[in-house]
């Protein structure tokens, strides 16, 4: 999900934003909290518009600050650096696809149908900023330690104000998101029961980033198509 930076877009999503029972919730936290929230999403908004069209290690985290309308010292009391808005990001996204996952299996959905729906959406949102994928391949190539965030209910009404208890759910990345749907999809049968789980896991892993790494620089649009067919030939090859 992405607070939407052009104007007349901003106006329908705030106006869809101020009807909701997680609008009503925040609207009633303590000022201090809601500005705390406010800013700190503003700054990921700020990363997010300037990675549709520069690399991260041109974009400078004054600009970043001035597109947040705070100044630059400011900044460091949300993120310590640039590559920790990537870890905040990847955490909002984990939390936006456990919920997902949740309301797919209210809706009695099969396990392996939630697994391709993740993928699906995720690939949406990636074909939108495709640097931000790279970004995130190539900070976590880097293999460097990651200390993450601790989100509030806050910035969790404010950036996902149409998605009921949200600030139950929790996520960082795709370790935590997989594993428990492939058990779920073995345990009801979807899935053979000999395959081995982890290794399950990393193809996933592999097919996700794999992927657009190979596609993204080159035919961004034909990122979801790709990472579909194959997906659906992996897990055909492994439904019982």
Same mark, same amino acid.
């Given at each position: ?99 997902? /996952? ?35 391949? /190539? ?14 209910? /806050? ?86």
């Amino acid at each position: 999900m992405y607070i939407i930076v052009v104007d007349y877009n901003y106006i329908l999503w705030y106006n869809n934003f101020m009807k909701t029972e997680n609008t009503k919730k925040f609207n009633k936290l303590p000022q201090r909290q809601k500005k705390y929230a406010r800013t700190k999403l503003a700054l990921l908004n700020s990363l997010l518009h300037e990675l549709e069209k520069k690399s991260l290690s041109k974009i400078m985290i004054k600009e970043l600050a001035e597109n947040a309308e705070v100044s630059e010292p400011t900044f460091f009391n949300y993120f310590e650096s640039k590559p920790d808005m990537l870890i905040y990001y990847i955490q909002l996204w984990s939390v936006e696809m456990n919920a997902l /996952a949740l309301n797919s299996e209210l809706k009695c959905n099969t396990y392996v149908e939630t697994i391709k729906d993740i993928f699906k959406q995720t690939s949406l949102q990636i074909i939108n900023n495709p640097q931000l994928m790279l970004e995130i391949i /190539a900070f976590q190539a880097q293999g460097t330690k990651v200390k993450p965030h601790n989100i509030t209910d /806050a910035e969790k009404w404010f950036y996902f104000p149409k998605n009921k208890e949200i600030e139950k759910i929790e996520g960082m990345g795709l370790e935590t998101i997989l594993p428990p749907l492939i058990t779920k999809a073995v345990n009801e049968g979807e899935l053979r029961e000999e395959i081995d789980k982890e290794l399950l896991f990393l193809t996933l892993s592999s097919l996700f980033f794999g992927t657009a790494l190979l596609i993204l620089n080159k035919s961004p649009e034909s990122y979801p198509m790709y990472l579909e067919v194959q997906l659906n030939q992996l897990l055909e090859g492994l439904s019982c």
